[in-house]
């Protein structure tokens, strides 16, 4: 057995999953995780491994890990609908990325002003269970957001 | 060929292709059956049962994708996800 650090890839708070206003997350439907509300522009890899989805507009990314770990990180709720507005990608898919590496920047006042909720799910969608979650803010590629055990 | 083998060719939905909401449907649909489930878009076949994968196709509304089920429960499995995948799940 193995623990897994699952690092922010945000900075900002803590929220639990099943307060997201979208069911798809809320009800662990993509995967058990938590979301952050982010005070930052960057979303950085939580884990090693690689991209091996980056979205077109830039709004979600996966990641494949060692040990079947897989990760979804999605940029805000409903964000396919801007079409890459509100996003620029600072990575490819199909890249080995180290935990903390830049993925995406975004602009959440011009999201929100889109119309648009920024509360961001991180979700586990590949081996392991939960079995510690971070509390409070977080801070991008350094604060442990919750650690999975494969 | 083994026995229970079912394939079908469908067309996407789903407004927004397969993505999170529609493939976490799909995907958990797709758990519910023994037989083993892949799904394929030009060359890149993926399996059905993981979201991550599903995701990967980046498959779009009205693309294709062809449903292959191998196990007991085959037929009733691609049946059951075609139609999904046909629906429009946003």
Excluded: W
Aim: net charge negative; charged share 20%; with cysteine.
């Amino acid at each position: 057995m193995a623990e897994i650090d699952v690092l922010a890839p945000l900075d900002g708070t803590v929220v639990e999953l099943e307060s997201v206003p979208d069911d798809v997350f809320a009800q662990k439907m993509v995967g058990d995780g938590l979301a952050i509300d982010p005070s930052g522009q960057v979303a950085v890899a939580p884990v090693s491994g690689i991209l091996v989805k980056l979205f077109p507009g830039g709004h979600a990314f996966g990641i494949e890990a060692s040990d079947g770990v897989e990760l979804i990180v999605h940029l805000g709720l409903d964000t396919i609908e801007l079409k890459g507005e509100g996003f620029e990608k600072l990575a490819l898919e199909g890249q080995l990325v180290a935990a903390g590496t830049p993925i995406v920047r975004f602009d959440r006042s011009a999201i929100e002003r889109l119309g648009k909720v920024m509360l961001s799910p991180v979700v586990t969608t590949g081996s392991g269970t939960i079995v510690y979650c971070a509390s409070g803010t977080v801070q991008a590629g350094h604060d442990v957001l919750f650690v999975l055990r494969v | 060929m083994p026995e229970h083998m079912a394939e079908r060719t469908v067309t996407l939905g789903s407004k927004s292709g397969l993505h999170a909401r529609p493939a976490a449907i799909f995907v958990q649909n797709a758990k519910g059956f023994q037989c083993s489930i892949t799904l394929t878009k030009n060359e890149k076949k993926v399996n059905a049962k993981s979201i991550l994968s599903v995701l990967t196709l980046g498959a779009e509304q009205g693309e294709q994708v062809v449903l292959h089920a191998s196990g007991e429960d085959a037929e009733t499995a691609i049946e059951k996800l075609a139609a999904l995948l046909e629906e429009d799940l946003e």
